[in-house]
C-alpha cells in the first residue's frame, strides 16, 4: 500500500521549532560500534564464502554480538592490560549443506572469528589483536521456518520474501546539527588527522545541541596513553580535536553559532583523566553490545522517527530489519535530490509481513514538507517515481550486492 502525504509537522530546522535538536554519534572505536562492525563483517564473509564455494546464498543472522569490558591501568606514557577484553558473535547460520548427495560442511566459526578479528585490527591502531581482546562464538543453524522462507529468496533472479515482519524508517536530508555530528567523528578518526593526533583515539562519541542557531558540540575521546607523558600533552590532544572541529564546523555549517568542549568530565588539577592504553573504554570501563548506537544512517536522532533495530549482521537477502531500514533512507535522500530544492523534507516509512515480495511493501508511506510556494501535487508523483524504482527487483537486488559489498552504510 503506497500512501504519499503532505506532512503534517515542520521541518527541523523550521524557525518556528522551538524546543531543541539532539543528536549523537558514537564512533568506529566506540563498544556499541565495534560490535555492529564485526556483526556486520562477519554476514558479509558468510554471504562471500556461500557464493564462492555453491554459487548461492543461505540463511544465516550474526546480528547478536557482545562487547564485555576488560581490566586496566593506564598511566602517563603507557599502562598494563590486567584482563583482556572479551567478544563474543552470536546468531544463526546454516552450517552443512547437501549438495550432490554428498554432506558438505562449512567453517563457519572461522568465518565469524577471522571476520571479527580483521575488524577490530582495522579499528584499532593501539590494540594488540593477539593479547588485548579474546574472540569467542555462539552461532548455530536457524530454524526451519526461517530457513524455509529464505530458500525461496535466495537466487540473484528472484524476488526475495521477507523473512520478518518488520518495519524500515529513513529521512533527508541532513539538518546542519546532523552534517557536524557525522562529520566530526570522520574526521577526527581519519588517518590524516590520527597521524596528527596520535594521542587521540578510535572510542570516540559526539553529542550535539541546537538552540536557535547555537550549536554545542561535545566530544567525549578515549586518549591514548602511550603518546602522552604529562597533563600538558594531554590539554594539547584535546586541544586540536576541539581545534579541528570548530574549523570544520566553519566549513559546512558556516551561518551557525558553534561551541566545542571535549572530555569535561575530566578534573585536570588531580588528573582525573580519560586515559586508555588502546584508544577505547572497552578495555575497561565500558562494554557494548549491537544494536545500541548508531541507526543506519550513522546517527541517533530523538527528535526524528527512527527504528530501534539492530541492522548489523542480519542477513542482505531477504531480512527487512536491514534491508528496509537502508532503502527508506535511501529512498528519502533520491526524493530530495530529484526534487531539486522543491523538497525540504522527504520522510519514508516501509512496513512489511513475513513471506511477503519485498518488492511489495505492506504499507510504503512518504511524507514530504514542499517548498515555499511549491504546488505538492507537482512533488508527489516525483515520490511515486523514486518509491518505484527502488522498490523494483533490479535495485533490490542492487542493494543486497551493494550491501555484502559493504559499500552501504549501516551504523
Request: charged share 25%; hydrophobic share 35%.
Amino acid at each position: 500500500m503506497l500512501r504519499i502525504d503532505k506532512a503534517n509537522f515542520l521541518a527541523i530546522e523550521d524557525p518556528k521549532n522551538s524546543f531543541p535538536e539532539l543528536a549523537e554519534r558514537k564512533g568506529i572505536g566506540h563498544p556499541d560500534s565495534v560490535c555492529d562492525a564485526a556483526a556486520d563483517a562477519c554476514s558479509r564473509a558468510l554471504c562471500k564464502y556461500y557464493f564462492e564455494n555453491f554459487g548461492r546464498y543461505y540463511h544465516h543472522n550474526v546480528d547478536k554480538a557482545a562487547l564485555v569490558g576488560g581490566i586496566s591501568k593506564p598511566e602517563f606514557g603507557g599502562g598494563v592490560i590486567l584482563e583482556p577484553e572479551y567478544f563474543l558473535i552470536v546468531g544463526r547460520a546454516i552450517n552443512q549443506i547437501l549438495k550432490e548427495n554428498k554432506l558438505k560442511y562449512i567453517p563457519v566459526a572461522t568465518i565469524c572469528l577471522d571476520a571479527c578479528r580483521q575488524t577490530v585490527s582495522n579499528i584499532f591502531r593501539n590494540l594488540d589483536i593477539q593479547k588485548d581482546i579474546q574472540f569467542d562464538y555462539a552461532i548455530r543453524p536457524g530454524s526451519i521456518d526461517l530457513t524455509g522462507v529464505f530458500e525461496e529468496s535466495d537466487a540473484k533472479e528472484q524476488v526475495p520474501l521477507a523473512n520478518d515482519t518488520s518495519f524500515g524508517v529513513g529521512y533527508a536530508p541532513y539538518s546542519d546539527l546532523e552534517k557536524i555530528t557525522l562529520e566530526a567523528e570522520k574526521l577526527l578518526n581519519s588517518d590524516a588527522f590520527k597521524d596528527k593526533c596520535k594521542g587521540s583515539g578510535e572510542d570516540i562519541k559526539v553529542m550535539t545541541q541546537r538552540v536557535e542557531n547555537k550549536i554545542d558540540i561535545t566530544l567525549c575521546c578515549a586518549m591514548v596513553s602511550g603518546y602522552i607523558n604529562d597533563k600538558d600533552e594531554y590539554i594539547n590532544y584535546t586541544n586540536q580535536m576541539k581545534d579541528a572541529v570548530l574549523d570544520l564546523a566553519a566549513k559546512i555549517i558556516p551561518k551557525r553559532e558553534v561551541r566545542c568542549a571535549v572530555n569535561v568530565g575530566d578534573n585536570i588539577e588531580k588528573e582525573i583523566l580519560f586515559l586508555t592504553i588502546t584508544g577505547t573504554s572497552a578495555e575497561a570501563g565500558d562494554d557494548g553490545e549491537v544494536g545500541r548506537g548508531n541507526r543506519s544512517n550513522g546517527l541517533i536522532t530523538p527528535c526524528r522517527t527512527m527504528s530501534l533495530e539492530a541492522v548489523c549482521g542480519k542477513n542482505p537477502i531477504n531480512h527487512v530489519g536491514k534491508i528496509y531500514n537502508v532503502l527508506a533512507t535511501n529512498m528519502a535522500r533520491e526524493i530530495i535530490k530529484r526534487g531539486q530544492g522543491d523538497i525540504i523534507e522527504a520522510h519514508v516509512k516501509l512496513l512489511s509481513q513475513i513471506g511477503r515480495p519485498i518488492t511489495d511493501p505492506w504499507v510504503n508511506s512518504i511524507s514530504l514538507i514542499p517548498a515555499e510556494n511549491v504546488s505538492f501535487e507537482s512533488i508527489r508523483k516525483i515520490a511515486e517515481e523514486v518509491s518505484a524504482d527502488k522498490l523494483s527487483k533490479e535495485n533490490i537486488i542492487d542493494l543486497r550486492e551493494r550491501l555484502i559489498a559493504g559499500k552501504e552504510q549501516v551504523f
